[in-house]
């Protein structure tokens, strides 16, 4: 610990190398932040105040205490013992490097009558007679240094009120500094979380524009080259070449919606009290019945006005069908039922296909699941996934029954 | 077409139906320029552009739309995509011919998916997203270039 004697204050062999900026500049990054976080602590220059008042001491400080150094973070000085924050001393002449060892408060109130200190380095070193140190032990039990004051003449430090007073600044200081480095991991976290969406704002912008473009261009010059009317084997390659390429157009709005929902914090609405849904419904059902193997019977009947985001809806209805025509039984109808009442809305999309395994089944809707098919047509397993989070961001679900007669998923849209 | 025959700013129709045909150039195609910096996408519009029974001129960014339409005055409607490298983006490119060039229509085109698209546009600006259906984009032409 420091300590005080007139006449060798500038003697530097005493072990007292501080104050110096050629010295703070050694010091570690780490070291050098937690000086700066006890100088946060607007509390401390009160607490170092009241400490010399009620004790009569002529010197406080606050010090981080590690294995190699004792740093001065906070210093009241009121006896030129020439201390200032940032400030070394050699943690060997310190009585503070003890206190961490073994975690225990070290209370002297006159060091030549006392028993254990009388012949100790630390009060000769530093010709002080009393002595103060409470450790500040962090609430995850590590050790950062001490609260501790000294000074050349004795003084009553062995009283319960002192000691507790010592004990509630120690813990104070602890809790300060602790939340203090919530606070920055906190900070921290925000920043990573801001990086987090600034990547995702990137990566979205790299598959709707990036990815597509090249597309695009693949899909202009086969349409350049199928309108010079060429010949049979060049048509179908070019046809060829477009199919693909659309169905990679698929795929990339199918990440597209897995980004923005999934990474994204759910899927972004258009929500219409009066959302023109029929026209979007049947729309996408007469698109997908011109490619149909399997009959498309549709009913739909829309009494009540949807509050929903049409064309997301539709998009469920498309991914459904679809689906249905990839596992309905060959020439087997798909029936499709869209209703309303005051509850809400329903769709349901029923096939008469091979019932689905109920532990398939309880997996369907999660993203990049893909049973156990490997036609070279799969997609990429998003695309019930991306209709039961459309369906969720509605504050609905798509549920799906399936037994030997028929599989029947169905979408609940509840009314606002 | 003579310039002094246009209705500016009107919000109707471009360039007063009265004045086709009244003159020598009554059997010349209107002019659709077509601003797109993909080559393959221009090509392709070009061709949807004359199937559409115009002639058609290509610029692969607004700087060279601009010089072309500074050498020109026979075009009626630029055809312009909206993400080009250059000085200019589609966007400011449309805006540009309506203050320089007001007579002139102007349809934009974009993959992005643009917030609030109709606001960025001047006046009669008329917009398609990418992918655009040749038919419906004919059809505007029709309509604009009437």
Known sequence: MMTYREETLENADRGMTSTNLSSVSNFDAALTADVAAISRIDAVASILEIVCRTTGMGFAAVARVTKERWVACAVRDEIAFGLLPGGE?????????????????????????????????????????????????????????????????????????????????????????????????????????????????????????????????????????????????????????????????????????FARGRLGGGFMLERNPNAPLLDHLEQVIGELRDLSENPIEARINLAHPVNCDPKRVAQ??????????????????????????????????????????????????????RGNGRSANQGLGLGLYIASEIAHAHGGKIEVASSKEETRFTLHIPAA | MPPQSVKTGSGLGPWDVSCRGADMEKQKRPVVLVVEDEPLVLMDALDLVTGAGFEAI????????????????????????????????????????????????????????????????PERGVFFPKPYTPAEVASALHRLAA
């Open chain 1, 89 to 257: 001393l050699d943690v060997k002449t310190t009585i503070c490097d003890e206190i961490r060892d073994n975690g225990r408060a070290v209370i002297i109130d006159h060091v030549a009558q006392d028993e254990h200190f009388r012949d100790h380095h630390t009060p000769r070193l530093y010709g002080l007679q009393s002595y103060i140190s409470m450790p500040i032990i962090l609430p995850d039990g590590a050790f950062f240094g001490t609260l501790c004051a000294i000074d050349p003449r004795p003084a009553r430090l062995n009283r319960p009120e002192v000691i507790g007073m010592f004990k509630n600044f120690a813990q104070l200081i602890a809790f300060h500094l602790d939340a203090q480095a919530r606070a920055a991991k906190q900070d921290a976290a925000l920043l990573d979380a801001q990086e987090a969406a600034k990547l995702r704002e990137q990566f979205v912008a790299i598959l709707a524009h990036d990815l597509r473009n090249p597309l695009a261009s693949i899909d202009a010059g086969v349409n350049v080259i199928l309108r010079r009317k060429p010949d049979e084997k060049t048509r179908s390659i070019g046809e060829q070449i477009q199919k693909s390429t659309r169905r990679m157009v698929v795929l990339i709005d199918d990440i597209l919606d």
């Open chain 1, 316 to 369: 469920i209805a498309s991914n459904l069908v679809a689906n249905a025509m990839k596992h309905g039984a060959s020439g087997r109808p798909i029936r499709v039922r869209a209703s309303t009442d005051e509850k809400g809305f329903e769709l349901t999309v029923v096939n008469e296909g091979d019932p689905i395994d109920e532990i398939v089944a309880q997996q369907l809707f999660r993203p990049f699941f």
């Open chain 2, 58 to 121: 290509g610029a692969k960014n607004a700087d060279e739309a601009i010089r072309i339409l500074e050498n020109r005055n026979d075009i009626r409607v630029v055809f312009t995509d909206v993400n080009m490298p250059g000085s200019m983006d589609g966007i400011k490119l449309a805006h540009a011919v309506r203050n320089r060039w007001p007579p002139i229509e102007i349809i934009v085109t974009s993959g992005l998916n643009l917030a609030n698209v109709q606001e960025l546009l």
